[in-house]
């Protein structure tokens, strides 16, 4: 009987504990605020030069993007890492005035807050802003947030 009770509570205990490793959560509110679905932006570290503002966003991390992440990694032990890939930040650059973007770096976390891997992007080229994208989006929230 004693078996049956410890079998039940360490089933429970799997089935409630799964949710919190699978899924990214959102970020502390009191300094991200959300610009788009599962993306957020630091509200607390803006900085303006001219027309350019520079931002942090933060990305939670679906099981769809997950995969794909996964699928493009070769070595075995960073696939294994990759397997709790769970939410990501960027720096981007926004000119207000030209509405265009450019990311900076990206730093890539697991379900743990422990950084997968850092990227940075040594390109100097500006993208165009998609309208209604979320770069457009993340746009209107910033540029009218500093102008205020």
Excluded at 93 to 108: A, F, G, S
Excluded at 137 to 144: A, D, G
Aim: proline content about 3%.
């Amino acid at each position: 009987m004693k078996i049956i009770k410890l079998f039940v509570l360490i089933i429970l205990l799997v089935v409630f504990s799964v949710p919190f490793l699978c899924f990214a959560g959102q970020p502390d509110s009191e300094i991200w605020e959300p610009f788009a679905k599962d993306r957020y932006y630091n509200k607390k570290n803006i900085t303006k030069t001219q027309n350019i503002i520079t931002v942090w966003t933060y990305g939670t991390v679906a099981d769809d993007i997950r995969k794909k992440r996964l699928a493009n990694i070769k070595a075995p032990e960073k696939s294994k890492k990759y397997q709790r890939f769970d939410h990501f930040t960027i720096l981007n650059k926004v000119d207000c005035q030209k509405k265009v973007t450019k990311i900076e770096k990206v730093l890539e976390y697991d379900n743990r807050g422990q950084v997968l891997e850092t990227i940075v992007n040594k390109d100097d080229a500006w993208g165009m802003i998609e309208a209604g994208g979320e770069h457009e989006k993340l746009l209107n929230k910033v540029c009218n947030t500093t102008n205020k």
